[in-house]
Each structure stands twice: as structure tokens, then as C-alpha cells.
């Protein structure tokens, strides 16, 4: 249950990501899997079998590609075992200032001027509606509901599984031909 400090932490919050929506301008460019030269990740990090699909993810994309992975993970980030994990970037709540902008760190990741980004999640968080609304980056894919707003091109699908959805972006990216 949500505390009512945290709501209208969350409401204030919700009010400076709006208004920073409104002025976001890009320009919005489809990409080939194989074109990508930069490439952001954003998924829920609480379930472990996420970060797996990740991994496989990475696969579709071309080994020189510099790819910035970012989990989010809900609550306390001492309860996550992601220890040894220097390839990933974890965030939490404590990332965000007190009225839910994010810090310094998270900034940076949505001013970078991405080829795509991913959006991977079955939840909603803020956090992730946040950063991938506000992000830079030139395509945003995903699945279809929750972040859907934020998205370019998103997957309609009932099914949550992330392999699935994994799979469906893959297959659709693969065929884009871009000239």
C-alpha cells in the first residue's frame, strides 16, 4: 500500500514529467536491427528470468553496437542479488530526488541521442514511464498498454511473456528495410 507521502511525491513528480513531455521535440527514425550503432535497454530487474531475455537480446543486436542496459528495480535494491554485475545499471527509487526527477546519472541516459531504445516491461513504474517518455532516442519500441504513450512502434500482444515479446521485435526489426 502506498503511503500518502509517496502519492504525492508521486503526483508532484507526475506534474514535472508532464510538463517536461511537452516540450520534448525528436525526430522520430526507424532502424534495421542490423544498423543500430546505439542502443538503450530499459526492463524491470525484480524477476531474474528478465534479466536473462535481456542477455538474448543483446544477441540480435550487432556486436559492435554500444548498448546501455538499465533495470529497474522495485523496493530496496539490498534485497536484489545482482552482485558481480558490472555490464548492467540498476536503479531504484533512491535514483529519484524527493519529488521523483530523476538524479544526475538517469539524465544522462535519457539526453543520450540513442538509434532505439526498448522499453521491457509487464509493469508500470514511474520510473520507467519517466525515462522512456523523456528519452532522446530515435525509435522506442516495446510492448503495446502500459508504456504505449511513449512508444514508436509497440507490439500488440496479451501474452507477457518477455521471450515472446522479444522475439515479436526481433522478427519485426530484422525485416525493416531501411534504404
Same mark, same amino acid.
Request: aromatic content about 14%; proline content about 2%; charged content about 30%.
Given at each position: ?15 514535472? @514529467? ?20 546505439? +542502443?538503450?535497454?530499459?526492463?524491470? +530487474?525484480?524477476?531474474?528470468?528478465? &534479466? ?37 545499471? @540498476? ?25 532505439? &531504445? ?11 514511464? @519517466? ?5 532522446? +532516442? ?8 502500459? @508504456? ?24 519485426? &526489426? ?6
Amino acid at each position: 500500500m502506498m503511503t500518502l507521502i509517496k502519492k504525492i511525491r508521486l503526483l508532484i513528480g507526475q506534474f514535472f @514529467y508532464k510538463r517536461k513531455l511537452k516540450k520534448l521535440r525528436r525526430n522520430v527514425k526507424a532502424i534495421n536491427l542490423k544498423q543500430v550503432e546505439t +542502443a538503450g535497454i530499459i526492463f524491470e +530487474a525484480n524477476d531474474t528470468e528478465n &534479466l536473462k531475455q535481456i542477455k538474448e537480446l543483446r544477441k540480435y543486436l550487432p556486436d559492435e553496437a554500444q548498448v546501455i542496459v538499465v533495470g529497474y528495480i522495485e523496493g530496496d535494491r539490498k534485497n536484489f542479488s545482482y552482485i558481480g554485475d558490472k555490464v548492467y545499471n @540498476y536503479i531504484s527509487e533512491v535514483d529519484f530526488d524527493f519529488f521523483m526527477r530523476p538524479k544526475p546519472e538517469i539524465k544522462d541516459f535519457i539526453k543520450r541521442k540513442l538509434d532505439i &531504445l526498448f522499453v521491457l516491461s509487464n509493469k508500470y513504474f514511474f520510473a520507467i514511464d @519517466y525515462i522512456s517518455g523523456l528519452s532522446k +532516442a530515435a525509435f522506442k519500441i516495446g510492448k503495446s498498454g502500459i @508504456y504505449e504513450k511513449n512508444l514508436d512502434f509497440f507490439i500488440e500482444t496479451k501474452i507477457k511473456d518477455l521471450d515472446y515479446i522479444i522475439l515479436q521485435i526481433t522478427n519485426y &526489426l530484422s525485416k525493416l528495410n531501411m534504404e
